[in-house]
């Protein structure tokens, strides 16, 4: 069966969605499916709703001045890390043709095009529903990543909202189109709960797809340095707490603080964050990094997800508050939940706990993605039969 993976692929710096992507292809490679990476083009080729226009007209004629300035001061940080983007960008390329992927870029207007190259289509992992961007917001692919450009047999692989909560205009918009999926699944209980809140539908979780190839698969890939024992920490966040918190722990333990500055938005205290700073390394140098640590401390999915994929002590914090509009803690709480170490969440170095024992973990996690693959396979061969 030919299976074309729509997620988060081409032109994507960021580790956890590039590495999910190459994870996902391999695993299905790996169960014997011919799969690929459906590169996406963002050329704009679709016209917007009345709705949709008048909505980006109020935005401009009431908050235009104030757009003007952020994106302005936006430019100018971007600006000054140019040089730093370009090196990420180079080490993103070259992981990226690494996996499988369709020889074209296809814009929104030719997707039909791919129901003659697969038999089936999956959409995932990542934050593929975010109400944030992509989806049903002014931009290319409004409902690519909901599959709806295609009759073909369609799922969703540990596809996530991103946020933990949607709107009520998002849901009438998106809902219709996770309805007519054969077969659901998503990455966050909380996901679950959304979806089934508007539908009466069948919603399986399962595990982010990284979990789905062993700690020796990725630590065949992964690129390795010769360093001296470190503490690395990956903030995404602008909360300089994290920061705080990961040069204490690095200053206790008497080790060097590695960070790895700049990915996604600018934010200030990067600048001046860790003893070393790991700019421009690729995904595969980042797998060995993590591999490698001392210690982790992070508020990103993604890298947590590999701190226990690598069985390394390691503490979260949070992004943003729970309450605040937007906030994205849902992914990470529900992993920690779900593996029984809640205790890693921590707002304070007093609060970094015990060590963690492995054992237990392993267990579990082995038993979750074991459910997964065969929940994916089962939905592959038998939805919409």
Not at 7 to 34: E, H, P, S, V
Not at 318 to 342: F, Q, Y
Request: aromatic share 10%; hydrophobic share 40%.
């Amino acid at each position: 069966m030919r299976i074309g993976i729509i997620t988060f692929y081409n032109d994507n710096i960021n580790y956890g969605g590039i590495l999910q992507a190459y994870a996902m292809q391999k695993k299905l490679a790996d169960l014997g499916y011919d799969s690929r990476q459906v590169c996406l083009d963002n050329a704009i080729t679709e016209s917007l709703s009345i709705r949709d226009k008048i909505i980006l007209l109020m935005k401009l004629n009431f908050k235009a001045i104030d757009i003007w300035k952020r994106k302005k001061d936006q430019q100018k940080k971007e600006n000054a890390i140019s040089d730093i983007r370009e090196k990420q960008r180079e080490g993103f390329r070259v992981f990226e043709a690494l996996i499988p992927h369709t020889e074209k870029s296809y814009r929104a207007n030719e997707l039909q095009e791919l129901d003659v190259e697969f038999d089936a289509f999956i959409t995932g992992s990542d934050q593929v529903w975010t109400p944030n961007s992509g989806g049903f917001r002014p931009v290319p692919h409004r409902g690519t990543y909901f599959l709806d450009f295609t009759k073909k047999k369609k799922i969703s692989y540990a596809a996530s909202f991103g946020v933990d909560n949607i709107s009520e205009d998002f849901a009438r918009e998106a809902m219709p189109k996770i309805e007519s999926l054969n077969a659901v699944s998503v990455r966050e209980i909380n996901a679950k709960f959304i979806i089934q809140k508007h539908l009466d539908k069948e919603v399986e979780v399962v595990v982010d797809p990284v979990f789905l190839l062993s700690k020796e698969e990725w630590a065949n890939i992964a690129i390795e340095h010769n360093e001296e024992e470190y503490v690395l920490a990956y903030i995404l966040g602008d909360k300089n707490n994290a920061r705080s918190i990961s040069k204490s722990i690095s200053e206790k333990k008497e080790i060097m603080l590695y960070t790895i500055p700049f990915i996604g938005d600018y934010v200030k205290y990067d600048r001046s964050f860790g003893d070393k700073q790991l700019i421009g390394i690729d995904p595969r140098e980042f797998l060995g990094y993590v591999k490698n640590a001392n210690f982790i401390i992070t508020d990103s999915f993604h890298c947590l997800a590999f701190a226990i994929i690598f069985e390394k002590q390691f503490i979260v914090v949070k992004r943003s508050e729970d309450n605040k509009k937007g906030a994205m803690n849902s992914r990470v709480t529900d992993l920690l939940e779900t593996l029984n170490l809640r205790d890693r969440m921590c707002n304070s170095i007093e609060e970094t706990g015990v060590e963690i024992n492995y054992k237990t973990v392993k267990d579990t996690l082995r038993k979750e993605v074991e459910r997964s693959k065969a929940w994916l396979v089962n939905n592959i061969e038998n939805a919409g039969k």
